[in-house]
């Protein structure tokens, strides 16, 4: 076959996968979920395997392994609201690309290109991270699931691939990025004596009051509200199972435009 033809056979699409697994997370809402796997350390997450993959040989050897990559689906994503041709825009994804997007680490008002970043707007939806593996559940009766930590995935995400992660290939000592070279800023948090009180009571209090912190420290805020902080208002996301409830004050002690923290008020079902 002549070389143009074998190109253009293998861009001959649209090409379909399938999920091997689904994920049930701490992260019961998009809102508030890290930017980026490792930032909420606290968090954990079942990788349940689904059929015909839910076979326990799948995962033979796997617990030899630290940490492991997940290629997911960004199943929530959505650059507008469903309509008639939506089918179509699926299969076609030149119809809806678009080729630049806003970073939240750069303040969400500088342009990047998409394949520059990290955005979960784009052209095939697909993410990667790197977690802990926590334990491996291969002979469960209810069917194998890993159980993993430190993920930034929402519950319901579809898993496309596992890989084990190799430390002398996946770890680049000269690796550099010039405008996200450190972790974010984290910001201080703080509880209410309600809201302490309520997470006493919860199954897992210690591992929820770490998973809030981790996760308010983010500023989960959309990038165009962390310039300044609203003190009126009250923002909420769920956890671990509780309705979190917490506000944004001025901290004179965090350098501009970081400048903040954050009150947990109340947590409710």
């Not at 033809?5 to 997370?25: C, F, K, N, Q, W």
């Not at 980026?36 to 015909?52: H, M, Y």
């Not at 806003?102 to 955005?119: E, I, M, T, W, Y």
């Amino acid at each position: 076959m002549p070389k143009d033809e074998r190109l253009t056979h293998t861009l001959d699409g649209p090409y379909s996968v399938t999920p091997i697994a689904m994920v049930t997370s701490d992260f019961e809402e998009k809102f508030a979920v890290p930017r980026q796997p490792g930032l909420a350390p606290s968090a954990r997450a079942r990788l349940v395997l689904i059929p015909p993959f839910d076979r326990p040989e799948a995962l033979k050897g796997l617990d030899q392994h630290s940490h492991l990559w997940l290629i997911f689906r960004f199943h929530l994503a959505q650059r507008s609201t469903p309509t008639s041709s939506e089918d179509i825009a699926e299969a076609n994804p030149d119809s809806t690309f678009k080729p630049t997007v806003r970073p939240p680490r750069l303040g969400g008002n500088q342009k990047l290109g998409v394949f520059a970043s990290r955005s979960p707007f784009r052209p095939n939806s697909m993410g990667l991270s790197v977690v802990k593996l926590e334990a491996v559940h291969a002979d469960d009766p209810n069917g194998p699931w890993i159980e993993i930590s430190g993920a930034d995935l929402v519950d319901g995400t579809p898993i496309l691939d596992i890989k084990p992660y190799i430390p002398y290939a996946d770890s680049l000592s000269e690796a550099h990025s010039e405008w996200a070279a450190t972790a974010p800023i984290q910001r201080p948090v703080s509880f209410s004596p309600e809201a302490l009180a309520t997470t006493a009571q919860h199954q897992e209090p210690e591992r929820l009051k770490a998973v809030i912190e981790e996760v308010l420290s983010q500023d989960p805020r959309p990038a165009y509200q962390q310039q300044h902080p609203d003190v009126d208002r009250i923002y909420g996301v769920r956890l671990m199972g509780v309705n979190v409830r917490f506000r944004c004050l001025s901290d004179d002690t965090q350098p501009a435009p970081h400048a903040t923290r954050f009150e947990v008020i109340e947590l409710k079902p």
